[in-house]
């Protein structure tokens, strides 16, 4: 997969690392004074959540109240999910195994496990290289990163990660270009990064800005 794809996160410096430089452009929201997210509330969130999703699938639910829940009338968000559905249903003592809370680092599901003997702390290196170690696991978070940013709303998006791209009201142009980063990095160099091959499809399927959206932007008076 030809890095020319990410346009905006190609030409970083070589001796910085992708996470930061994407990460200090958000302002988190579980902190007194400003500070970036961290890496680890990241990876945490957004693998909760495609678990919750894989559960909800091999349970025949559609999410209500959820990181990743949709309108059942927003059918583009339905189509990726049909997707994620596929992938899940071909697979399904894999995702089974891999969507249980027992299956996560210590600081999940330990009222339910038995023994966490050589089980990860956290949501590290060695637990996301396991975690996304089968290439289905790694199609079906493609979907789901798909599926979180599949309508680009920046409001509903800084609700949906606890963190906001700004200060102000109303976004700026450059509010659009830090979330498009953001999705770029999860979907693909959060990936790289556990020297691991993401799952790509062709650009159709992302849920990248409208015209409208940024057109709205464009036209705003500053």
Not at 32 to 52: D, F, M, Q, V
Request: charged share 30%.
């Amino acid at each position: 997969m030809s890095m020319n794809r990410y346009l905006l996160l190609e030409n970083i410096k070589e001796n910085e690392k992708v996470d930061v430089f994407v990460l200090r452009n958000f302002i988190s929201d579980k902190f007194s004074t400003p500070k970036p997210p961290k890496k680890e509330y990241l990876r945490c969130k957004i693998i909760r959540g495609h678990k919750r999703a894989m559960r909800q699938i091999i349970k025949g639910k559609t999410p209500k109240a959820t990181l990743h829940k949709f309108s059942t009338d927003d059918f583009r968000s339905l189509d990726v999910w049909r997707c994620l559905k596929v992938v899940i249903n071909q697979n399904p003592n894999l995702f089974m195994d891999c969507s249980n809370t027992v299956s996560g680092p210590k600081t999940d599901g330990q009222a339910k496990r038995k023994n966490s003997e050589g089980i990860e702390k956290s949501f590290n290196i060695a637990f996301c290289s396991n975690y996304f170690s089968h290439e289905e696991v790694r199609e079906s978070y493609y979907y789901y990163i798909q599926l979180l940013f599949t309508n680009f709303d920046l409001k509903v998006l800084c609700e949906k990660f606890n963190f906001k791209c700004c200060n102000g009201d109303p976004h700026k142009i450059n509010c659009v270009e830090k979330w498009v980063m953001l999705k770029e990095y999860l979907e693909y160099h959060m990936i790289k990064e556990l020297d691991l091959e993401p799952f790509v499809l062709d650009l159709s399927v992302s849920g990248l800005p409208s015209y409208e959206v940024v057109n709205e932007f464009l036209n705003q008076k500053v």
